[in-house]
């Protein structure tokens, strides 16, 4: 489908261009081909049309390229052909980058197309024409976001031969004035877009006023934090936006997270909070916090293999799984519910803590924590996860085995038996939960779903409520109003905290960590660690000790450079009633992570290709490059 338009417009210059009067022949109606006026005069055509459009919404990090999740210390990445990211010191210039004029180009043309499609119903154009501009806004978004200013194009350019190139050249243009061009056609998109919160994965008021408030929350904390990287600038305003405009942004965020009507936080089983949380991503069925999504469906064949490629290796329906493991850096970020910070308890002076159970150092936390994290000890499809680094004995050694469900003989026995779990982790063994730690968001619990034959039609939710309310609280806070307690305070509640946090307790801190626990694996660390300009402090290139990983919890700036794993053990001591059976962790870094992630100044916007430059030399290159 996604050459579905280029082609029909391709199809209408040929037929327009080719053909000649006096030839009868020529002049017949083609039957197998649909001429461009056809198209737009066609209601089912037009959304074909759009589908094609929607269905090209770019991505960075997403459910069909699981692999993106381990590139920014969230998690590991067990796979073998993915651990070349825990090797490496420096990100490329280019890793996100975005210059895609050629979907851009489509979308012009559907705007100027619909622009005088008469035949159409007016209510029907209006929504079409609405829904288009919405997404030429988010493609310039996306591009703004990792580019810094771009050319502002609005019409369908095309070459006339002539040999002069220069009419199409176009300079960048300033990011301040391309966020504003975003804003204006989001607030303009609202008058003809349907006001229908039960439509999730078309554009509506609330999906464009949703986006507004994310939009200018981004341009918002970029005038304000610019400041502390002066180098990432340009003189002619492409990269940075003045300090000055800083409160009108986030007033526009504020302003419009707000006007986000008909949604609300789900809260379907309140029962269990982390089941509730897990569930947001999997119910489709009057979901009231979605608000937009890129949804996939079994019978029309659009599937992915997220659950294929992360379900836990003890329970899969091929012969691999576990490919994302979460790291105990974003593990032990989840709060502890009398709303204070702390590393987990695992050991206790020089010895360890010993649990009865090896979800018991994991109590008392945020619901979150097990909504986002497949813990040891925890279930998935109603059966127990197997994750387990093997025993302990009572000088300290370790007996576990090299592959899944090894088997030995311990000390005083004569009979072999499993030493090391099925799930892992085993050191530098694909496919094994290497962290201790398995991902539950976004994984499918239907039988079928991790089969090949089948896979999964979990959707990728790109925009919902929670988020909305998070913006707004962040946009308040900047302001300095204390209504910023009150839209965060009921993202929190929702993970089972029952005291709020006061207006004193709302720090810029605060809100950066409660982003980073609601919105894990969700596509935003990156781009909030940009707009904050933290991402330099937080991904500094200097390897972290235990002590760091343990240290400044809570902290924006804490440093986040290497992936940290947990793993537990079961203690063998035989005689010793007070020890043996029981569970033990130790802080390891899987054997792969040997360099320490380095985040540039130039990596704040990405680097512009030199063929770009070299058809175009009205632009200008990012700094730092």
């Not at 066609?42 to 074909?48: A, D, E, H, R, T």
Request: hydrophobic share 40%.
């Amino acid at each position: 489908m996604k050459k579905y338009f280029s082609a029909i417009i391709l199809s209408a210059a040929l037929f327009s261009s080719g053909c000649v009067k006096e030839d009868d022949f020529l002049d017949k109606k083609p039957t197998d081909i649909l001429l461009d006026e056809a198209v737009w005069k066609s209601k089912k055509l037009v959304l074909n049309v759009l589908a094609d459009l929607y269905d090209r919404i770019p991505n960075f990090q997403s459910i069909d390229g699981y692999w993106n999740y381990g590139n920014f210390n969230e998690g590991f990445i067990s796979r073998n052909g993915d651990r070349w990211r825990f090797q490496n010191n420096d990100w490329g210039y280019g890793e996100w980058g975005m210059w895609d004029y050629g979907y851009m180009r489509d979308l012009n043309i559907a705007i100027q197309k619909l622009g005088t499609a008469t035949e159409l119903e007016d209510v029907d154009r209006n929504v079409f024409l609405g829904e288009t501009r919405f997404l030429r806004a988010l493609l310039y978004f996306e591009m703004v976001k990792r580019m810094g200013g771009v050319p502002l194009i609005t019409e369908p350019m095309t070459y006339d031969f002539s040999g002069d190139p220069t009419p199409l050249q176009h300079p960048r243009a300033k990011e301040a004035d391309l966020y504003d061009f975003i804003i204006a056609e989001l607030d303009a998109v609202t008058a003809l877009l349907p006001d229908n919160p039960g439509d999730k994965t078309r554009a509506t008021k609330g999906t464009a006023q949703a986006y507004i408030s994310r939009v200018a929350l981004y341009a918002g904390s970029i005038a304000k934090y610019g400041g502390t990287t002066p180098s990432v600038t340009l003189v002619g305003g492409e990269v940075g936006i003045p300090a000055s405009k800083a409160n009108t942004y986030y007033n526009k965020a504020l302003t419009a997270a707000k006007a986000v009507q008909g949604y609300s936080l789900y809260l379907k089983k309140p029962a269990d909070l982390a089941d509730n949380f897990a569930n947001i991503f999997l119910d489709k069925g009057g979901n009231p916090e979605v608000i937009f999504a890129e949804d996939y469906k079994l019978k029309s064949g659009k599937v992915h293999n997220y659950t294929i490629d992360n379900q836990p290796m003890s329970m899969t329906e091929e012969s691999f799984g576990s490919g994302l493991n979460p790291a105990l850096n974003l593990v032990q970020e989840f709060e502890l519910l009398n709303n204070t910070y702390a590393p987990l308890n695992n050991t206790n002076g020089s010895d360890f803590v010993y649990y009865d159970n090896p979800l018991d150092i994991f109590a008392g936390r945020d619901a979150r924590l097990a909504g986002t994290v497949i813990l040891p000890g925890a279930s998935f499809r109603g059966r127990p996860v197997d994750i387990w680094g093997g025993y302990m004995l009572a000088d300290k050694s370790i007996i576990s085995g090299t592959n899944f469900g090894a088997q030995k003989t311990l000390p005083g026995k004569t009979a072999p038996e499993v030493v090391v779990g099925e799930d892992g982790p085993i050191p530098g063994l694909e496919w094994s939960a290497q962290t201790g730690f398995l991902v539950r968001k976004w994984l499918d619990p239907n039988a079928g779903a991790g089969s090949l034959g089948t896979a999964s039609d979990v959707w990728f939710i790109r925009m919902r409520y929670a988020e909305v309310l998070l913006n707004a609280a962040e946009a308040a806070f900047e302001l300095g109003l204390p209504e910023a307690k009150d839209h965060i305070n009921l993202v929190r509640r929702r993970a089972g905290f029952t005291t709020d946090l006061t207006a004193v307790d709302i720090t810029f801190d605060r809100i950066v960590h409660e982003r980073r626990i609601e919105l894990a694996f969700e596509d935003h660390i990156l781009w909030d660690n940009k707009r904050w300009r933290l991402a330099h402090k937080v991904w500094n290139g200097s390897a972290m000790t235990e002590a760091d990983l343990k240290a400044n919890m809570g902290k924006s700036d804490k440093i986040n450079t290497q992936v940290f794993g947990l793993t537990p053990y079961k203690v063998y001591t035989p005689g010793v009633p007070a020890t043996n059976g029981k569970w033990v962790f130790k802080i390891e870094k899987p054997n792969a992570v040997t360099g320490a992630d380095r985040f540039r100044l130039g990596n704040y916007y990405s680097y512009i290709g030199d063929d770009v430059i070299n058809n175009n030399p009205k632009i200008v290159r990012n700094p730092n490059q």
